[in-house]
């Protein structure tokens, strides 16, 4: 994986006549996509090639059935298909051959992809302030209270509250909570156990991608890790007793960052949906 300040770019390399990815390159493909998250992205473009061997239709026509794999395995990780504007299959590339030990090492160089991605620049017009709109008291939102896990012990909750569960953070780019976790998840499932009155949307969130995408799940290998982490919670609380009819669960992907620590961000919460009056 290679970085420059205008472009990144990045190499898979295939087996002989092969245009299928082999898992370890694979892998190394995830990474590179995972640490495009935080970067605004103009274009992507994705070539492939042959090494010297078969005839020249046959080489263009295995390079681009390589290119064409890389496409579709970016577009299966998230990255939008419109930001990758050039899949083009170049054939073969010759061989140079320093030494006739080499060969064969050279050859596996040349089977591949290159994978250039191209930033977004923003152009900054010189002397021009932002304007700054000013709200009158009436027309700024009022904040509404935030509500904690207190709030559902006292019975004083109601449907639309908000509680963002805190002390329960995730391990980066994984669904599972950290082991610091635990305890906080396990006095929240014995409330809501007795709190039968409550009905409840478990919310995830991710941390650092960009714009509003979801997150890769390292283990799972899908963008959906908003997901994974709110159904985790789901299982734990069904788990301890919690009915399946009162909650729900669903990814909200990075479309409200909270801002600072970025682990604040790997969270879920719990958006309140029914209050039913208690017995």
Do not use: W
């Amino acid at each position: 994986m290679v970085f420059s300040q205008e472009e990144l770019t990045h190499d898979v390399y295939f087996n002989t006549d092969e245009y299928d990815v082999p898992l370890t390159e694979e892998n190394r493909i995830l990474l590179f996509i995972s640490s495009l998250d935080t970067i605004p992205i103009q274009k992507i473009s994705i070539y492939g090639f042959c090494d010297d061997r078969g005839s020249d239709d046959y080489n263009l026509e295995l390079s681009q059935n390589r290119a064409n794999t890389i496409k579709e395995l970016f577009s299966g990780y998230g990255i939008d298909e419109s930001l990758i504007t050039n899949v083009n299959g170049k054939g073969e590339i010759l061989l140079k051959v320093l030494n006739e030990e080499e060969v064969h090492k050279i050859r596996g160089l040349n089977r591949k992809v290159e994978i250039i991605v191209t930033p977004k620049t923003e152009e900054k017009k010189p002397n021009e302030k932002p304007v700054e709109v000013v709200k009158t008291e009436e027309e700024k939102p009022k904040e509404k209270k935030k509500k904690t896990t207190e709030d559902i012990a006292k019975g004083t909750i109601e449907k639309g509250d908000k509680i963002i569960l805190d002390k329960i953070y995730f391990k980066t780019s994984y669904s599972y909570v950290t082991p610091e976790s635990k305890k906080t998840l396990e006095d929240l499932a014995k409330l809501l156990v007795e709190k039968k009155n409550i009905y409840f949307t478990i919310q995830g969130h991710v941390c650092c991608t960009q714009m509003s995408r979801d997150a890769i799940d390292k283990k799972t290998k899908k963008r959906n890790l908003s997901v994974a982490r709110a159904k985790y919670i789901y299982d734990y609380l069904a788990k301890k007793g919690v009915n399946k009819k009162r909650m729900k669960y669903v990814g909200m992907r990075r479309k409200f960052p909270l801002g600072g620590d970025p682990k604040f961000d790997r969270r879920v919460e719990i958006l309140v949906t029914y209050v039913a009056k208690e017995d």
